[in-house]
Each structure stands twice: as structure tokens, then as C-alpha cells.
Nanobody
Framework: VLLVESGGVLVQLGGSLGLSCAASGITFSLYGMGWYRQAPGEQRELVARITRGGSTNLADSVKGRFTIYRDNAKNIVYLQMNRLKPEDTSVYYC?????????WGQGTQVTVSS
């Protein structure tokens, strides 16, 4: 199983950025997918999650700014981030879950400069 994130860069305050996570080795359509983030010295926290049926759940801190969506034909989950803030600076991790199976990507760094 391989989850490969991409799109992390340095972006200015108020800017937008899109992350992608390409999955292989799983039946993607069966899996719920999520984005988590972890800042230095902090615990990993849920950012957004999308079920295999397309229902989404976002952390309060990103509601109205971030969107998660998936393309089952391409085995990719996306995170569109708008109106970025310095506190969004973190390593963003892709997550795939199905019953007791759970997998993680290696992470991609997002830095928001003020």
C-alpha cells in the first residue's frame, strides 16, 4: 500500500493551495480517506475526512476554508486549502481507513508565511 502526498509548498498568508494524495495497493473506493496535520511539538490532528460514500467531516478550525474531495477513478484524494493562516503551517498526512485497516502517507510540508 502506498499513499503519496504532493503539493506542499511555502505560501503567503491568505493564499490558496491544493494537496493531492495518490493511493495504490488498495481498493480505493472502499476506503475512507482523510487528511491530518502535525506541527512540531504538537499531536497529529484531523483536518478533513471523506467517507467512501462522499460524506465529509472537517475540523472546526478549517471549516469554510478547506475542502476535501476524492476522485475514485484516479485513486486520488484532494485537499483544497483557501485563506491560509500561519497556524495552518504543518506537515500534512494522507490517511486511508477501512474497518481495521489504516495506512498513512509520508507527509508533505505546508508553510504559511506572514
Amino acid at each position: 500500500v502506498l499513499l503519496v502526498e504532493s503539493g506542499g509548498v511555502l505560501v503567503q498568508l491568505g493564499g490558496s493551495l491544493g494537496l493531492s494524495c495518490a493511493a495504490s495497493g488498495i481498493t480505493f473506493s472502499l476506503y475512507g480517506m482523510g487528511w491530518y496535520r502535525q506541527a512540531p511539538g504538537e499531536q497529529r490532528e484531523l483536518v478533513a475526512r471523506i467517507t467512501r460514500g462522499g460524506s465529509t467531516n472537517l475540523a472546526d478550525s478549517v471549516k469554510g476554508r478547506f475542502t476535501i474531495y476524492r476522485d475514485n477513478a484516479k485513486n486520488i484524494v484532494y485537499l483544497q486549502m483557501n485563506r491560509l493562516k500561519p497556524e495552518d503551517t504543518s506537515v500534512y498526512y494522507c490517511n486511508a481507513y477501512f474497518i481495521k485497516n489504516e495506512y498513512w502517507g509520508q507527509g508533505t510540508q505546508v508553510t504559511v508565511s506572514s
